[in-house]
């Protein structure tokens, strides 16, 4: 991919103009040219968008899914006779070899159908779930995570405490919010004595966007350490080839990738580290053979053994073709655009002074386009120097049907980092709140910001495969009119 950086000067000289401000844009970011296919694709299945002015900006929460992909399973529903799977008569049969078909097709897509089961699951929180269960947690384990996680992988620590294994957190660099590699391999050589250790991290981190290295896979491997990767916010735009990094065990939700169907994800668990999983119950579907006057059950040998109950067998065949949907677009066209766009987006922004020379913006994390995908997070700050309050930014985008993010994103520990709250602060607030939300209670960040008087919480806006230049230029525009205010 061929693409400039504006430099400080140039920042400083964006047309007003949408159209002069795109050829400047086409001329340090030539290779958008070359993802035209993707203008296509949004005039033929995302007309609804610019139909309703509409300025989507939060593909990292979820992604729009093209009107063709409805339609084409709409379709296949209509003409189709499908039984629940767990049968051999023909409705069941058609429907389990609709998702056996897909689920094949999944292993493929990642190019791991040799080393991996692929487990189908809700989304990636109820696959990490099936880890924090299943994992061989006790006093002779450890689970390392790492300040740049998701809440749902975060939870993963309340299984290892309950069966008694310790668990710690491997720092970011507080300027590129990337993992510090160095103390990250230097803990890794810690807890020789435990017997079950397990790594988890993000490929990209769904607050800044920051791309961590895949080869802490095969460091931590190679050091006796079991390897989960949260792929949610990287596959999307990126082809994560399991042939070539193997970690243990990877999670993904689908409809981040292409909008629909929401509530399919999978579980991609190696076949090697199978045996080492222990399932803490039995339902239906995951049982070969189960007593009730006799304590006693056999699990299913392969992925079959996780997937509790019945699968969602008509909405499954729907990932096969939104699969298909991303790979005939071109995963490294949408590189390229996801690029060019977010690089061009971030340098617009950093140029933003206040009359006093205050910056307007403050970019989360390293700015490097090969170190980051489509997902950029700020914060405002008014030519005081003071924090505009991101509740205010949100509320005036809605007001401008620019759907974009805030809040913490269910990432305290990059939040945390990128704010400077510390673990006293931290400890004071949690001794004095309550362990739960109490009825009607919908965010507790702003009580958390009061009591604790510091900031919490940043802006976060997210460009997809099928993104253009008028919506980033509009965001641009957007955030300058907090000039001088």
């Not at 802006?459 to 641009?476: E, K, M, Q, T």
Request: hydrophobic share 35%; charged share 20%; net charge negative.
């Amino acid at each position: 991919m061929s693409t400039l950086n504006l430099s400080q000067s140039e920042i400083q000289h964006i047309p007003d103009s949408k159209e002069k401000a795109l050829e400047q844009f086409l001329e340090f970011y030539p290779a958008y040219k070359e993802t035209s296919a993707l203008d296509d694709a949004r005039e033929k299945d995302f007309s609804r968008l610019d139909e309703q002015s509409h300025t989507y900006l939060d593909f990292t929460g979820g992604n729009l899914y093209p009107a063709s992909l409805i339609q084409g399973h709409a379709d296949y529903l209509k003409q189709a006779v499908l039984g629940n799977p767990h049968s051999t008569n023909p409705a069941s049969a058609q429907a389990t070899q609709g998702v056996e078909i897909t689920r094949k097709h999944i292993l493929d897509y990642f190019n791991a159908s040799d080393d991996y089961f692929c487990i189908f699951t809700a989304n990636c929180s109820a696959g990490l779930k099936i880890i924090g269960e299943s994992y061989p947690f006790s006093q002779d384990a450890h689970l390392m995570l790492t300040l740049d996680n998701h809440n749902s992988v975060n939870g993963i620590r309340e299984f290892a405490k309950m069966k008694g294994a310790t668990f710690s957190y491997t720092p970011l660099d507080p300027n590129s919010l990337r993992i510090d590699s160095a103390v990250l391999t230097e803990k890794l050589d810690q807890f020789g004595e435990k017997t079950n250790k397990l790594l988890a991290f993000p490929a990209q981190s769904n607050v800044s966007g920051i791309k961590h290295d895949l080869d802490f896979i095969e460091i931590a491997k190679s050091k006796g350490w079991h390897v989960l990767l949260d792929t949610a916010a990287f596959v999307p735009t990126d082809k994560l080839d399991l042939s070539k990094v193997k970690p243990d065990f990877a999670t993904v939700s689908f409809y981040k990738m292409f909008g629909y169907p929401t509530g399919i994800g999978c579980l991609l668990m190696r076949k090697d580290v199978f045996p080492v999983m222990k399932k803490p119950w039995y339902a239906g579907g995951t049982v070969a053979i189960a007593a009730a006057t006799y304590d006693g059950h056999l699990l299913m040998g392969n992925h079959e053994r996780f997937e509790d109950g019945t699968l969602s067998y008509l909405e499954i065949p729907a990932v096969y073709a939104g699969l298909n949907y991303l790979s005939d677009l071109g995963i490294d066209k949408i590189k390229t655009r996801i690029s060019s766009l977010s690089q061009w987006l971030i340098h617009a922004l950093q140029g933003l002074k206040h009359h006093n020379g205050r910056p307007l913006v403050k970019i989360l994390g390293d700015t490097r386009a090969e170190m980051r995908g489509g997902t950029v997070s700020m914060h405002f700050y008014d030519q005081n120097g003071q924090a505009i309050p991101f509740l205010s930014i949100e509320q005036e985008a809605n007001q401008k049907t620019i759907s974009l993010r805030t809040g913490c994103f269910c990432n305290p520990g990059i939040d945390e980092v990128s704010n400077n709250i510390n673990q006293d602060q931290l400890s004071t607030y949690f001794n004095l709140t309550d362990k739960n939300m109490k009825p009607g209670e919908t965010c507790l960040i702003t009580q958390m910001t009061q009591k604790m008087g510091v900031l919490r919480g940043s802006v976060r806006v997210s460009v997809g495969f099928i993104s253009n230049f008028n919506d980033v230029f509009r965001f641009y525009k957007f955030a300058a009119s907090f000039l001088n205010r």
